[in-house]
């Protein structure tokens, strides 16, 4: 490497700049809920600490699981480096037993592939190993364990490992990095159970269950990469709505354009990554693994179908003779919601988290990808991860008056009635009607609710009407509905 090069490095490391491979600009990939692992170039070298270690993981707020990861998160740091870079992978284990990092899908010498008896003896507990190779390709990697692998991978032992090319045509504006995992976790506990192989009650992006993930984020028109990568125990068709994309790479290379086709869903195997690029739509848009259970959380496993039966108030009472019980509601899943069924401690309400419009009735693998002219461009992985953390982040997508579904058969039935919070830059959960006696409007409909001016319904252009005593009574009887997880949020947020 030329001196030059190495000038540069150093002067676009000093200017804080994310990009900073020597001689190569590449868009830093962002982890949704995740990291990047920093390198310190010495003599010409990459080189990156990766300590495997014990830890305490937040699925989603309200339920914390006892995972292994690398350098205390789960996945792991998502390594970035550019094809030709001269690596040094200095591997801790913290762990107490033996391990060995695999390079999944890097073209390296045998003894660097980091199977344990294979290519290498195990690290040992307190021992530090040097894995060190030059990148000879450019795509979507992974890092995970080959020593125990059951274990440690089942408990959350891997990462993502990005090559850029040295040059990519066209630019791509956002890069995206998610990682599949699967975990089964008995309710009221947080010991993910290693033991079970196939029927998992836990589905995650990037070791996250919603309302737990981060929203990706772009503005229209921006080239978008997503790269999903999964050493888990069953294939994943990730759905992302309003777009049509292609597939343009797996963990064996880039798919040259005349072999890509358009998808809307892309299946994601045990050892697989697959990357998939598009132009951005504006909205805010769902993306799923589209198995309908897995974007939903915890339930028990031996789930009895209460289709038709009343139980509101008769869950805790079973509770108290079979510890793991959650109930299944009465006119399908979304009684669960409304009904506040939480389950035991530590475990994630079955589904619901914040919306525009009202809960969302989701879990596990779901997360949002939120196109708004306004989203902000972020300098680097840190500070993407401290502005967007949770799914209200980035505000919500103000649809043009005019082009969202709408009831056409009057108001809204009282049960599911919400109370129209969020949406539009109208009113926030935690924004009560102001307790003096001055004049409030609300839609009709309910879209908004204790706007300060008449006006116009922002989503459905009717005329905005005075808020009666008898609305604001409806609303308090609503909010005593409201469940559980819902007001533990907006007590948080007193
Ligand atoms: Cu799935």
Redesign the pocket.
Known sequence: MSLRRIQLAVLALAAGLAPAAWGAEYTPVFTPNGSTLPWKLEDGVKVFRLAVDPCKHEIAPGMTVDAWCYNGVTPGPTIEAVEGDRVRILVTNKLPEGTAVHWHGLILPSGMDGVSGLSQRRIMPGETFAYQFTLRQHGTQMYHSHGDEMVQIGLGTMGMFVIHPRERKPKIDRDYSIF?S?WFVEPGSSKPNVNVMTDFNL?TFNSRAFPGTAPLVARPGERVRIRIGSVAQ?????HLHGHTFKVVATDGGDIPPSAQWPETTVVVCPGQTRDIEFIANAGDWAMH???R???MNPMGHDIPNMLGVSQKGVEKKIREIEPGYMAMGETGMDDMMEMGMAGPENTLPMMGGDGPFEMIGMG??FTTFKVHDDMPRFASQEDYAKKIREPKDGGWYRNPPGTVAESITGKRPKKSETDGHGAHGGMKMDEKASPEAKTLYRCPMGHVKHQEKPGECPVCGMQLKPETPDDLKEDAEDEEEMPKGMKMDEEKKK
């Open positions: 599949l699967e589905f069953d294939c994943h068709p990730v693994c589209h198995k259970h897995h974007p596990g693998m």
